[in-house]
């Protein structure tokens, strides 16, 4: 049996299915400490039998590297409850047996959008989820972006937009792009949440800047051939022609990457993408 975990820092998705990504069952349910979240985990694997490879999908700051002496366990998260915690050894001690593989939720997504999504065949991808937080998943010559940790893109520094005084609200960097931009951002910048902002709000015109400056960054370091841009925030409509429009104002004829169609794109799995890739992780 394959299993598959999406740990998200709201909610949790546990399914089964194929190690092509397709879904044969799921299971969500809210994300509150590590220890009731991965019980009921654990649980909901063992009514479908025993597992025998498992891929694991993990907001971050989480150790990817299987070599490392605390492989599995979340970084400095200002999650509560969660910093140390190993969702490798729980698993491990459930199903011993079980291979298991882990990934960052956006590295997982930004997969499963490459190989059966809205960057179907491309072999240089960004996948990037604005929500809670600000994140990206990056496949460089069909590999996932992995370094000392893994990517980070919502912590690196962008331009200030000209006459924005927000303070931003990353408890780590204040104004870097997740401080800027995130879910938390709008609505503290704005008095009130993403979902209720009317389309014509100036909260967008400010989201696709902060976003395009981002995406720029990317561009120059490494080139994705098409850029996904996914999460509850990204939902908004005209978020992705408006930060896509931008990017191309900005690259100024000088990266190929964007010239031609679309460029920035919204996610053809939408809310199954990160799910979708934690299945493929089993076949890694």
Not at 12 to 28: H, I, K, N, P, Q
Not at 51 to 78: C, L, S
């Amino acid at each position: 049996m394959n299993a598959a975990m999406e740990l998200g820092g709201t909610k949790t998705v546990v399914a089964v299915g194929g190690s092509d990504g397709a879904l044969v069952e799921e299971f969500r349910f809210p994300t509150t400490t590590p220890e009731e979240t991965l019980r009921r985990a654990v649980e909901w694997f063992s009514e479908k039998g025993t597992p025998e490879a498992i891929g694991i999908a993990a907001f971050g700051p989480v150790r990817i590297d299987p070599k490392a002496a605390d492989w599995g366990a979340m970084q400095a998260t200002p999650k509560p409850g969660w910093g140390g915690f190993s969702i490798t050894a729980t698993l491990l001690q459930a199903f011993p047996a079980a291979r298991i593989a882990l990934e960052t939720d956006v590295n997982a997504a930004c997969l499963a959008e490459a190989r059966i999504g809205a960057a179907e065949g491309l072999e240089n991808v960004a996948y990037i989820t604005i929500g809670t937080g600000i994140g990206a998943g990056i496949l460089c010559d069909g590999r996932l972006l992995h370094g000392a940790l893994h990517p980070e893109f919502g912590h690196i520094r962008v331009p200030r937009r000209k006459g924005d005084d927000f303070a931003g609200v990353c408890p780590f960097h204040g104004n870097c792009l997740e401080g800027m931009a995130s879910g938390p951002a709008i609505e503290k910048r704005w008095g009130r949440p993403a979902h209720e902002l009317p389309a014509d709000h100036p909260a967008w015109d400010m989201e696709a800047w902060y976003l395009a400056h981002g995406i720029i960054g990317l561009l120059a370091i490494s080139p994705p051939e098409r850029v996904v841009i996914g999460g509850g925030v990204s939902q908004a409509a005209g978020l992705h022609e408006k930060t896509d429009a931008l990017v191309r104002e900005l690259a100024g004829g000088y990266f190929p990457a964007v010239n031609g169609g679309p460029y920035v794109v919204p996610p053809k799995l939408g809310q199954e993408a990160g799910i979708r890739g934690a299945l493929m992780l089993t076949r890694l």
